[in-house]
Nanobody, 121 residues
Framework: VQLQASGGGLVQAGGSLRLSCAAS????????MGWFRRAPGKEREFVAR????????FYADSVKGRFTISRDNAKNTAYLQMNSLKPEDTAVYYC???????????????WGQGTQVTVSS
């Protein structure tokens, strides 16, 4: 499956952004979807995941209560709604697809190209 992430940008602290991840090539609903991020000088880290149906979600503690992951299988798209953004959320955000409900990056089989999110203080 091919993934295309979009929606990043520059936002002030406290603001919001919605990232999208458009999928093509294979049956989107076969895959659980995840979002990861890599901040400058840091390792890539898990942000959130959503199950095949969209009913089950899981978040990193650092974003819990501020970010919401969702998906629309009819549109072959996953989303990450990011509210109350902080400067420490600045990173390149990646969407990924896995046949498993996973939180480790090595468990994801397909990756999007990344979209930059910059939060100014």
């Amino acid at each position: 499956v091919q993934l295309q992430a979009s929606g990043g940008g520059l936002v002030q602290a406290g603001g919001s952004l919605r990232l999208s991840c458009a999928a093509s090539g294979r049956t989107f609903s076969r895959y659980a979807m995840g979002w990861f991020r890599r901040a400058p000088g840091k390792e890539r880290e898990f942000v959130a995941r959503v199950s095949w149906s969209g009913f089950t979600t899981f978040y990193a503690d650092s974003v819990k209560g501020r970010f919401t992951i969702s998906r629309d299988n009819a549109k072959n798209t996953a989303y990450l709604q990011m509210n109350s953004l902080k400067p420490e959320d600045t990173a390149v955000y990646y969407c990924a697809a896995s046949e498993k409900l996973a939180t480790m990056d090595y468990e994801y089989d397909y990756w999007g190209q990344g979209t930059q999110v910059t939060v100014s203080s």
